[in-house]
């Protein structure tokens, strides 16, 4: 049995991951989906202030406060800065054991120096929002080119679930995981090979500055709705 905190990306909550939280349980593991300040369900909490760490300081802090050791952290598109920098504070607060491992699926891990804007190449003709606490695309572009590979009752489900990401979580600030990447992690990253953004060079080069294992599925951006039981299957291999 494994413990499993599944965290979401931009413009999501702990609702794109329902279907493999049922999977995960029903192979006898304990499942976490927490759900960011700010986004889905939480989104009347939306202020200034928010940002990557204080996002990841509630996954550290869930791992405290939940005791959950050994904990496998899974993050998936801006997630993966979220476990990036749980990981890091969870280790200097709770020791070595902590975290067993990061799954980063179709995730960002940008370098130090680095931004979001180096890593995903956004159309530039995209219809996209920025308001004072928050931004990203229209729901009809989710519903016309980010979900347009589901089946038309997911993507029904899934665009009425869709919101706003907070500001300051859809970047990393300078130096912000630089001490993340100081240190050595077990890790795996899993590509889905259909997914624009973020690349397969990313991919690849988080897998190999982590020393990681590196995976493909050969799915669009959201295999933790689309394919369930297949990426069920990979988190659990390892």
């Known amino acids: 049995m494994s413990n499993f905190v599944l965290v979401h990306g931009g413009y999501q909550g702990a609702w794109i991951w329902h279907p493999t939280v049922r999977c995960l349980r029903a192979a006898g593991h304990n499942v976490y989906a927490p759900t960011m300040d700010g986004c889905a369900e939480r989104r009347h909490q939306l202020r200034h202030g928010i940002t990557v760490t204080t996002q990841a300081q509630e996954v550290a802090d869930l791992l405290f406060y939940e005791d959950i050791d050994d904990a496998i952290l899974v993050g998936t598109s801006f997630g993966g800065m979220l476990i990036s920098k749980a990981a890091e504070l969870a280790r200097a607060k709770l020791g070595q054991n902590s975290v067993q491992r990061l799954v980063y699926v179709d995730a960002l891990a940008p370098q130090p120096g680095e931004t979001c804007a180096d890593i995903v190449d956004r159309a530039p003709d995209a219809p996209y929002q920025r308001l004072e606490l928050s931004q990203g695309p229209t729901a009809e572009d989710m519903e016309n080119r980010l979900f347009v590979d589901f089946p038309d009752d997911l993507r029904a489900w899934a665009v009425a679930r869709y919101t706003l990401h907070p500001n300051g979580g859809t970047d990393v ?14 890790a795996s990253v899993i590509n889905c090979l259909q997914s624009k953004n973020p690349s397969n060079a990313h991919q690849c080069r988080t897998a190999e500055k982590l020393n990681g294992t590196y995976i493909e599925m050969d799915t669009g951006h959201y295999p933790m709705l689309t394919n369930p039981e297949d990426l069920t299957q990979l988190l659990i291999a390892g």
Not at 173 to 186: K, V
Request: net charge negative; glycine share 14%.
């Open 173 to 186: 600030e300078p130096g912000e995981l630089d001490g993340f990447w100081a240190q050595s992690w077990s």
